[in-house]
């Protein structure tokens, strides 16, 4: 596609909406379109056979269903439709987003067993094994794969392996890992994942998907409808019968995806993994350099968002540190740690070392300006 103005580059560092290619951008100024449209409908079909292929699913075993909305529309989807009458749901919870899917099942008043671990480590899968042991009810397992608001990457492959050990549906959070971290659903032990446009795929907000077992879904349709809109046996079959979402799909936005899935096959799933493996080293040399510390142990990060232990003392001021950044092209994003002062760096996005260390050069600036002499002791 040829671009005709490229469009101010910003370098997003908050933890999605990342930043996008101008190919990607323009892809969404397309001629209007019915998206009931034959040629829609194949735009649609190719993009659910790719969502698939991006997670290595037997396209067999698995199939992708589209949805309007954030993120949080999928994680409503998947905790409201696939838990049958009289069955819980049991949420592997260490951060703010399990801690969204509770919420999500109390408000269906669905019957739920929080597992709550400290959000600056793993989960204690004992705990998990002997819930599961004890409460046979527990017919689902949830957790998030990479919590956005630490840092931590959970150990999914373990924690389904449990679930599947227990006659359980598996269900991982991965809008901050698909498309970023190579995931094998099969092998993960994964029924149920999920993505949202904006985050891996570098795309823009407005559709999320899950990609899950076909089987499952088949079976949830006996399951309590608890959502009209949300409910993930209806959508998948009308996708099944008519090639498309029951309502009006995002047209503009599921341009941008095709666009978006299509750079990501030509970058490669290792090249892109390795790209921002290099901005995450980049990011912790950047900090190293400034004198500031992260708070969640470099083993257990997902290599993709790193939650900083701001300066204690009064000369900090991360709206100052922010605003400075963010004039120069840079946004950085506030911390999500109870009872912590902390600010976040992510590299979810299209961008490179060089962007992180230009980042740097800037942060560096910002901190001379609040009076600080660098490095910090
Ligand atoms: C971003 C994100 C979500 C969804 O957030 P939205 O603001 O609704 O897009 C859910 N889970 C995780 C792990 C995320 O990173």
């Known amino acids: 596609m040829e671009v005709v103005t ?5 370098i997003l560092l908050n933890p999605g909406p990342a930043t996008t290619t101008d190919t990607v ?4 100024v397309v001629p209007d379109i019915c998206p009931r449209e034959q040629e829609f409908v194949e735009i649609m079909d190719g993009v ?13 075993k698995y199939t992708a269903v589209l949805f309007t909305g954030s993120g949080t529309i999928i994680e ?6 696939l838990v049958p009458e009289n069955k819980k749901i049991c949420i592997v919870n260490n951060g703010a987003y399990s801690s969204r899917m509770v919420e999500i099942a109390e408000h269906y008043h669905i019957p739920c067993v929080d597992l709550q671990f400290p959000t600056t480590g793993l989960p204690d899968l004992d705990v998990l094994r002997e819930a599961l042991q004890k409460d046979r009810d527990i017919a689902v397992v949830a957790t998030v794969h990479h919590e956005t608001g630490t840092g931590v990457l959970n150990p999914v492959r373990e924690i389904g392996k449990i679930a599947h050990d227990n006659d359980c549906v598996f269900v ?14 099969e092998a993960d032990h994964i029924d149920f994942l999920m993505s949202s446009a904006q985050k891996g795929m570098a795309a823009m907000t407005g559709v999320s998907w899950t990609v899950g077992k076909t089987a499952e879904i088949e079976k949830s349709k006996e399951y309590p409808k608890r959502s009209y809109y949300c409910n993930l046996y209806m959508q998948y079959d009308f996708f099944e019968r008519v090639g498309e979402m029951h309502f009006t799909p995002p047209v503009q936005v599921i341009y941008a995806l095709r666009q978006a899935i299509n750079e ?39 290599h993709l968002v790193v939650t900083v232990k701001a300066p204690e003392d009064e000369k900090f001021d991360f709206f100052k540190l922010h605003d400075y950044c963010y004039e120069r092209g840079f946004t950085i994003y506030p911390g999500k740690m109870f009872g912590l002062k902390t600010f976040r760096l992510c590299n979810l996005g299209i961008i490179t070392h060089k962007d992180i260390e230009n980042f740097f050069v800037v942060a ?9 002499s ?3 002791k």
């Open 264 to 302: 990501y096959f030509e970058e490669g799933e290792q090249a892109r993994w390795e790209r921002l493996t290099k901005c995450w080293e980049a990011i912790h040399k950047g900090l190293e350099e400034i004198g500031l510390e992260s708070v969640i142990d470099k083993e257990i990060q997902g």
């Open 364 to 372: 560096k600036e910002a901190f001379r300006e609040m009076g600080y």
């Open 172 to 185: 991982a959070d991965t809008i901050s890992t698909y498309g970023l971290i190579p995931i094998d659903i």
């Open 76 to 81: 409503d989807v998947l905790v409201n439709s």
């Open 25 to 28: 951008k323009y892809a969404q």
């Open 6 to 10: 490229p469009i101010k580059r910003k």
């Open 48 to 60: 659910r056979k790719d969502l698939v292929k991006v997670v290595h699913g037997d396209p067999q």
């Open 374 to 376: 660098l490095p910090l």
